[in-house]
């Protein structure tokens, strides 16, 4: 395991230390925490629009009648 020092405001590190005595761990248990959560999302976002772009560079992209279908589950129509 990498040991590594990050600086944050004091205000981030007392809203830190106050959650990780909320929830009975350490400071160190609860920003690497953090740490591990921001990565995986961090690198499912990029994967993600990484897809997209591949997808898009193929020419790979959605009908009207797909983007009609879509919209039309979350808008009702005026008529």
């Known amino acids: 395991m990498a040991?590594?020092?990050v600086r944050v405001?004091?205000?981030?590190?007392t809203r830190l230390d106050q959650l990780a005595e909320k929830l009975d761990r350490s400071r160190s248990y609860v920003a690497a925490q953090a740490i591990e959560?921001?990565?995986a999302r961090e690198e499912?976002?990029?994967a993600e629009i990484e897809a997209g772009l591949a997808g898009a560079e193929r020419g790979d992209f959605a009908s009207d009648r797909d983007i009609a279908a879509v919209v039309g589950k979350y808008v009702?129509?005026?008529k």
């Not at 405001?9 to 590190?13: H, I, L, S």
């Open 37 to 39: 959560d921001f990565v």
């Open 76 to 78: 009702k129509s005026r």
């Open 3 to 5: 040991d590594f020092t």
């Open 44 to 46: 499912w976002q990029l």
């Open 9 to 13: 405001p004091d205000e981030t590190a």
